[in-house]
């Protein structure tokens, strides 16, 4: 089965400087997509990234970027410049097999910090 | 506009109970999803279905069933079997054959028991 980790259960940051978010994944397909979802305290889930696994560049949105390793199955998301608003669960996901579902990890609960 | 409408937005069951939460999506999206989201859990998946008439059971089918009756639709029924019900449960939709594009997600129910 394909299992999606995050490491770290809970992180805090001050604002306006980085933090990084740890994500592993398993799975024994050659392609693949793989997102990270914000889920602020409105439990509306918001697509935050998304990178495509045969794509070797990093995905990148404005303050959200990846570090896509793809041999070590490794997708951690870098938040610079954190936002008072960047306060949320961070999920981190991807496809199985070969469709859209998703499988998700356990989350990060992230606090920026005034 | 167009997006996904979840209701109701909370819900109470009664012990020996069915209760069905609604999805609706005008969004003219092939695929939907129910997903479960518990604290510390992440989101599992429950049901989906990628054409009207049909679906297919996700990890946690046991006491749940759904419809697929229209496209717009797809209801999810918590059935009596489900002993553990309290929970948040999110449905989605997403195009089917686009490059995995991403899911878009309702708003949410929270369900409890009384």
């Known amino acids: 089965a394909q299992t999606v980790t995050q490491s770290q259960p809970e992180m805090s940051v001050q604002e306006a400087e980085t933090v990084t978010l740890s994500c592993t994944y398993d799975?024994?397909?050659?392609?693949?997509?793989l997102f990270w979802y914000k889920q602020p305290p409105s439990r509306q889930m918001i697509l935050v990234i998304r990178?495509?696994?045969?794509?070797?560049q990093n995905a990148t949105e404005n303050r959200f970027s990846v570090n896509f390793q793809k041999a070590a199955k490794s997708f951690s998301l870098k938040i610079s410049d954190s936002q008072l608003g960047d306060t949320a669960m961070y999920f981190c996901a991807q496809t199985q097999g070969g469709s859209e579902k998703l499988v998700f990890g356990k989350g990060t609960k992230l606090t920026v910090n005034p | 506009d167009g997006g996904i409408t979840q209701s109701p937005k909370y819900l109470f069951r009664k012990e020996g109970q069915n209760v069905t939460l609604s999805c609706e999506q005008n969004l003219n999206h092939d695929a939907m999803y129910w997903y479960r989201q518990d604290p510390g859990q992440g989101l599992r998946l429950i049901y989906y279905s990628q054409i009207v008439n049909d679906f297919q059971k996700g990890d946690i089918a046991e006491g749940y069933s759904v419809s697929r009756e229209k496209k717009e639709s797809f209801p999810l029924t918590v059935t009596s079997a489900q002993k553990n019900p309290t929970a948040f449960y999110l449905c989605a939709s997403s195009i089917i054959g686009t490059s995995n594009e991403k899911l878009f997600f309702g708003s949410g129910t929270q369900l409890s028991v009384l």
């Open positions: 799975t024994s397909e050659s392609n693949y997509y």
């Open positions: 990178q495509e696994a045969y794509k070797q």
